[in-house]
């Protein structure tokens, strides 16, 4: 049990794992921890993790989030030289059918972006932030953590510093997301801190641009519109409009966009070009 705390330390200093995350491997190695003793936990076979496993019904998403926990929990123990060998390397994940989020069509994304909810200040922030969240095909906790400072003009360019893992991207945005963060920054005065502001002038939460996103899709006549569902469908109008498959996993920050594919590093202008070439809000902007 002492090795918990220093496992979860690891998790949380080197791989940047997430309060969700910590707190279910936690769960997961503490539980196993429990039916092993009094036997130490470093001592589990691969057939008392099995027997572990089986305890409780499991729906194949969460069975193979317990198997990433404990595989993850006995490379460690294998990496502080304290097992030879991880039994876990063993056990077999279930497949997991995940069905595709929604996908708008260009003219529905156009849309949204467009027209969003609101008025005032609050209409020049959405179109702002809209742009930005579909332009770049960002998570929405990356649009939550935007500061003025990483949208580039000059540059065409949006920088990532809170990515998945902590990993930091540059991403480039096309001119109608420059031109409406532009506005939006001279109709609020920001010349730094927070990007998207809520009424008190505070960063707006995550919660917060999911409902902007969800108001946006409702006034255009769209329901259950979500930022991972202009996530989703940055990256598929990307792809249907002849952008490489590197350049866009790139561009969303992921270690593939498929589990036969791993992740190419790109150079930025390839990154612009293929962004400026294939991004209907880009493409329109430079056919104008």
Known sequence: MDRIPLFLAFLRAERAASP?????????VTTLAERLAPRPVESASLLDLRGHLAEGA?????????IG??????????????????????LSSPRVKRPLPRVLEVDEASGVVAEPAGEGWRRARNVALLEVAYGAGLRVSEVAA????????????????????????????????????????????????PLFRNVQGRRLTSRGIYDVVR??????????????????????????NGADIRSIQEMLGHAS????????????????????????????AREE
Do not use: M
């Not at 969700?20 to 997961?28: F, Q, W």
């Not at 998403?61 to 317990?66: G, I, N």
């Not at 929990?73 to 030289?81: A, G, I, T, Y």
């Open 20 to 28: 969700h995350t910590l707190r279910a491997y936690g769960r997961e």
């Open 58 to 66: 499991s729906a194949p998403a969460s069975l193979q989030q317990r």
């Open 69 to 90: 926990a404990i595989r993850t929990f006995f490379r460690w123990l294998v990496r502080e030289d304290v097992i030879a060998a991880s039994p876990a390397d063993r």
């Open 146 to 193: 935007l500061d003025v400072a990483d949208v580039r003009t000059d540059a065409g360019t949006v920088t990532v510093r809170s990515g998945k893992g902590r990993k930091a991207r540059i991403v480039p945005l096309g001119p109608p997301a420059l031109a409406a963060v532009a506005a939006w920054c001279a109709e609020a005065a920001l010349v730094e801190g």
């Open 215 to 240: 108001a946006s899709g409702v006034a255009n006549g769209l329901s259950d519109v979500h930022p991972h569902a202009l996530r989703h469908s940055f990256a598929t109008h990307l792809l249907g």
């Open 257 to 284: 966009l498929s589990t036969t594919q791993r992740y190419t590093q790109v150079e930025l202008d390839q990154l612009r070009q293929a962004h400026r070439k294939a991004h209907p809000r880009a493409r329109a």
